[in-house]
C-alpha cells in the first residue's frame, strides 16, 4: 500500500558529506513522520533522526551537529544531510515513515529497502 524508496547512498571519505533522499507513496491519507534509522554489521538497528508533520525533529547523541533532516510535505519525501561523516558512521540506512492509509484510522510503519552508506579513506 505504501512504498518507501531510498536514494543517495554511496562511498565517501571521512569528513565528506553525502545526502540521503526517501520518497513515499501509493495509498498514503497522511504521514505522521518520517526518520532514517541504520544498521551497522553485527549491531542492531538504531535510530538516527526523525521528522513529524510539523516538523519536529530528533536525532540520536551521535550524529547531532552533524546530520540534518528535512522534509518537503507536498512531495511526500525526507531527506538526511549527513557532514562531516565518520567510519563510524558506515551501515545500511533505512528509510521509515508512520503513515495512515487510505480507508484506515491508525498508523502503520513502513520501510524502505536500505542504502550502503560506507566511509572510508
Known amino acids: 500500500q505504501v512504498q518507501l524508496v531510498e536514494s543517495g547512498g554511496g562511498l565517501v571519505q571521512p569528513g565528506g558529506s553525502l545526502r540521503l533522499s526517501c520518497a513515499a507513496s501509493?495509498?498514503?491519507?497522511?504521514?505522521?513522520?518520517m526518520g532514517w534509522y541504520r544498521q551497522a554489521p553485527g549491531k542492531q538497528r538504531e535510530l538516527v533522526a526523525t521528522?513529524?508533520?510539523?516538523?519536529?525533529?530528533n536525532y540520536t547523541d551521535s550524529v547531532k551537529g552533524r546530520f540534518t533532516i528535512s522534509a518537503d510535505n507536498p512531495k511526500n519525501t525526507a531527506y538526511l544531510q549527513m557532514d562531516s561523516l565518520k567510519s563510524e558512521d558506515t551501515a545500511v540506512y533505512y528509510c521509515?515513515?508512520?503513515?495512515?492509509?487510505?480507508?484506515?484510522?491508525?498508523?502503520?510503519?513502513?520501510w524502505g529497502q536500505g542504502t550502503q552508506v560506507t566511509v572510508s579513506s
Open positions: 521528522i513529524t508533520s510539523r516538523g519536529s525533529t
Open positions: 501509493g495509498s498514503i491519507f497522511r504521514i505522521n513522520s
Open positions: 521509515n515513515a508512520r503513515v495512515i492509509v487510505r480507508g484506515r484510522i491508525f498508523e502503520s510503519a513502513y
